[in-house]
């Protein structure tokens, strides 16, 4: 952690268990905030600086579902993590599919929690150095990361920033395997079934925006990965 303590919003109405992750995040370097319902999480949030939240989803007044919502309203890029008893399939895929970095079913390991805090914040923008943020080309089109486009023919369409994510993992990568369990922990710091949907849907979508240059193609490399082939 840097010097200066990252920010950590938690919505937790579980008094006792909130204490207890407010306290030993604390310990180790965080600065939290504890909220006990989403409505004022929400308003905390909209008056302070955070560098991620922590949310439960069965919340008083809002859940967290409902909260995170509200919250990538405002901040779309800010990482947000789900703790929760809610373990179907279905509670995992709506979770993610609101932008969430992780989602974790309670009971967990507080040391398992850490790491996956750790690793969402070094993934956050402005965190990760190893890819240029910058601007790249890929036969007829032009990347343009900094303001999430893609460009052919003059033509401009924009991207979410989590597609911009994959998008510029797989053009760093170009014409050569990458392999899934690497983009996956790499992108969402662990490979889990979940998570393999998650990036199958965002494959799917990109190869949809790419489809008007029938040079570039994302193949599939059974049991590996995938190839970004780039001429």
Sequence with gaps: MSEEANRILLAEDDLNLGILLMDFLENEGFSVKLCRDGEMALKVFHSNHFDLCLLD??????????LAKEIRAKDK???????????????????YGLGADDYITKPFDEEELLWKIKAVIRRAPGKNIEIDAGIMTAGKYTFDFSTQSLVIDGKMKRITEKECEVLRYLSARRNRIIKREEMLIDLWGQNDYFLGRSLDVFITKIRKYLKDDPDLSIENVFGVGFIFNVP
């Design 77 to 95: 890029v800010i990482p947000l993590i789900f703790i929760t008893a809610k373990s179907l399939k279905e509670d995992k895929l709506k979770g």
């Design 57 to 66: 989803v069965m919340m008083p007044r809002m859940d967290g579902f409902t």
